[in-house]
Structure formats: structure tokens, C-alpha cells
């Protein structure tokens, strides 16, 4: 019983500080008062950078300006579990570098869910699926690149084997 309300306790990952509970929009969040970083569970998190949810915000800001990459440091341990987290670029190109747990939840440090919620409400998200399509388009241009790779070597090869046997006589 101990043990199940330990683990409800919520660690700043930088702080080691408990989270307390903090109000945004309609939802509860965990808070660090120390560091203002956000623990969100993963359904949260859903809701909270979806476009349905920060188009009908009057507080969303589409002017996004996507801010220089931060430099790599050591993993943070996860707020809830204290295994380390895994970092992800958030959708690939918005430069927000989020923190998660793929069993607890994510990590916001301080002004990330503002920059990820203006990064959805310039329209990112539509632009990081054109992308996603674009590389995808780019594999099969790259695997019929090497398709014609394949064709244009074959010719070669039967160049090569007419010519031996027009020179060595076999
Ligand atoms: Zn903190
Ligand atoms: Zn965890």
C-alpha cells in the first residue's frame, strides 16, 4: 500500500522537487513550482497539442518561431518511474525537444507546451506530415533510383559478356 502511494508521487526529473497540481485551460496538470516544467500524461498530452484543442484556445499563438535546437545532455529520469526517458524532436521538425516515458508520460520543461501549442496553431502539424509524405516519396523515388540502378547494370553486364565473347571467342 506504502509502495502505490510512492509511486503516485510525482518528481521534478531536474528538480527532484514534488510536483504539485497545476490548472491549465480545463485541465489538471503536475507542475514544478522550482523549475515551472510540466508533467503530462500521455492522454493530456494528446488533447493538449492537438489541433482541435489550441484552435478553440483564444490564447494559442500562430506566430511559431521555431527555436535553435538545444544541445544534447544526460537523459532525465521519468517523473513518475525514474527510468530514464527518451528524448524526441517534437513531430520531427518543431525543434521542441520533449522528454518520455513510453509508460508514464512526457516532460515539458519550462515554455515547451506554449512553443509545441504555437508550433500546432502555425499549422505545423500539416507540415510535418507533408514531410513525413515527402521522405516517404523520396524512398521510392531512391528505390526506383535503384531499380534503374539494377537495369542500367544488366545492360552493362550483357555489354560486357558480348564483348568478351565477340574478343575471346567463347
Ligand atoms: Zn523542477
Ligand atoms: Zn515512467
Given amino acids: 500500500m506504502k509502495l502505490e502511494i510512492e509511486n503516485k508521487n510525482r518528481q521534478c526529473p531536474r528538480c527532484k522537487e514534488a510536483l504539485t497540481a497545476f490548472q491549465f485551460n480545463h485541465y489538471q496538470l503536475d507542475r514544478c513550482s522550482c523549475c515551472e516544467g510540466l508533467w503530462l500524461e500521455p492522454d493530456k498530452f494528446k488533447v493538449l497539442t492537438s489541433e482541435f484543442d489550441v484552435y478553440r484556445d483564444d490564447n494559442s499563438d500562430p506566430l511559431f518561431i521555431r ?7 544526460g537523459y532525465l529520469p521519468c517523473a513518475c518511474c525514474s527510468k530514464l ?19 508514464c508520460g512526457i516532460w515539458l520543461d519550462k515554455n515547451e507546451l506554449k512553443q509545441i501549442r504555437s508550433f500546432v496553431a502555425s499549422g505545423g502539424l500539416g507540415r510535418s506530415q507533408d514531410r513525413q509524405l515527402d521522405k516517404q ?9 535503384r531499380l534503374s540502378d539494377v537495369e542500367l547494370m544488366e545492360k552493362m553486364l550483357h ?11 567463347f
Fill in 85 to 103: 526517458m527518451t528524448r524526441q524532436n517534437f513531430k520531427d521538425i518543431s525543434g521542441v525537444i520533449i522528454d518520455l516515458c513510453i509508460a
Fill in 137 to 145: 516519396s523520396q524512398q521510392i523515388q531512391a528505390l526506383d533510383d
Fill in 67 to 73: 527555436k535553435p535546437t538545444p544541445k544534447a545532455e
Fill in 159 to 169: 555489354k560486357f559478356s558480348v564483348k568478351r565473347i565477340f574478343f575471346r571467342g
